[in-house]
């Protein structure tokens, strides 16, 4: 099956999240499955071209869109993702994707997806090349759907392409003004309240990818139905609902040439099972370059994220002074939102024997705190599926995590009674069950050999892409099916 991947990241060339991680790890196993798989991606100016060996593709160059008022040229550039023979075709448009970031807050935000959706369709028509499936991920591609509908249904190449899209959080919609529609080219008939363009005065792109695609999945089984309430659909809750029955939710998985405490190359001693008190020597490295004292007695508590609401780091603002008489060491690496920057970097500042946080993106070091920590803290108020904490799990490091979405399917509240608890869960997205959780995590802790079986059943945990990949696979062949 041939397959087409769009996305605005994709690891190793871009990635601000877990996104990233996905886009640079399913195409490799479903080319595992006998799939002829292609990814999309924006040339980006953080981009490393050299680097990464991609190299300008003569036969797609200066090609002219229209987006507005405005002509547009875009040119290709073309790679083969590391560790496959997958093509990449990047999408080349300075004025739309030198800027410094990957996503901004500036007014031509939804030109520049425009362009790339409308790039990525004239690419194949240049390449001529059929995929039976475009395969979609959040809003920054879903009006791919929409344009193969309209602007493009007259091209006989798209005739038995069909497409899925993969929503990976459906509070980022892609919510623009209505003159946005005439930047996109597709028609004002459909803006109308309540309409498929529609939501809330606002022309969304996610909307429009939901009514448009012929099959719709979310990262995780928990969160596919989550999202098609009020409390976490984000007003797309109705629209999702009239679609429930396309409406698939698949797990992550992991690249585990990357992430595998057996053979990572970021961190200072490989372990698996048998050979797993490498791992403490891995939490020595880790205090030493963190300037903390190593007692492996004292739990290490680490957090890797970007710091947004949906993180829920504010659940620690009112219990701090509590949390911090417990004994352990905290290591934080993110960044995002100010307050919770400001809010670890006092904490720092206020315990510089207990924390180190660093505020940046850092690969290497989200690596070593993964394999160096004790314990890994991820109290969302909600999340699509969640990478870090299968991370932990597999590198033997216990996530503590609020029970929703992903979190919930993969981590299993630890109980002395039962046999299966690879973690600690809370339901409450409160600061008073956060803090009973954490102090839940650090008795247990104490009890070395019941720690130890905790840590196991984690790293014994198979989330690599291979059973997520085969249900993608069957997923591509419903939709292949459909009329
Ligand atoms: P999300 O996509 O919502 O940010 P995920 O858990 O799915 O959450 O994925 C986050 C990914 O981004 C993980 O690979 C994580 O290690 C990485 N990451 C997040 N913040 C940082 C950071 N500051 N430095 C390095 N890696 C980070
Ligand atoms: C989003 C979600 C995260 C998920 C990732 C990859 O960024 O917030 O939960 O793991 O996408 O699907």
Redesign the pocket.
Known sequence: MKICFTASEC?PYV????????AGSLPKSLAGEDCEVRIFLPLYKGIKTLEHGIGSFDEIQNVPVRIGGKNVMFSVWSAILPGSEIKVYFIDCPDYFHREMPYTNDIDEDERFILFQIAVIETLQRLKWSPDIIHCNDWQTSLIPVYLKTIYKWDKLFENTKTLLSI??IAYQGRFSRDSIYNSGLSYSEYYPGGPFELNGSFCFLKAGIIFSDLIST?SPAYSKEIQTAEFGCGLEGVLQTRSDDIYGVL?GIDDNI?NPGKDKMIPYNYTLKNIDNKLLCKKELLKEAELNFDENIPSIGI???F?V??GFELFYPIAEQLMKLNFQLLV???GENRTEDFFKGLKQSFPEKVNA??????K???MI?AGCDIFL?P?KY?????????SLIYGTVPVVRKTG?LADTVADFHEYNEKGNGFSFEDFTPEVLLESIERALHIFKDSQTWKKIMKRGMKKDFTWKQSAKIYLDLYKKCRDKN
């Open positions: 690891f990635k601000t999240g877990g996104l990233g991680d996905v990976h959080n990262v992550n992430w890797i994220s970007r947004a949906q993180k690496l993110g960044s660093y505020i940046g993106y850092n690969n070091l989200a690596h993964t991820m969302s999340e699509p599926c969640g990478l870090n904490q299968m991370y992903g």
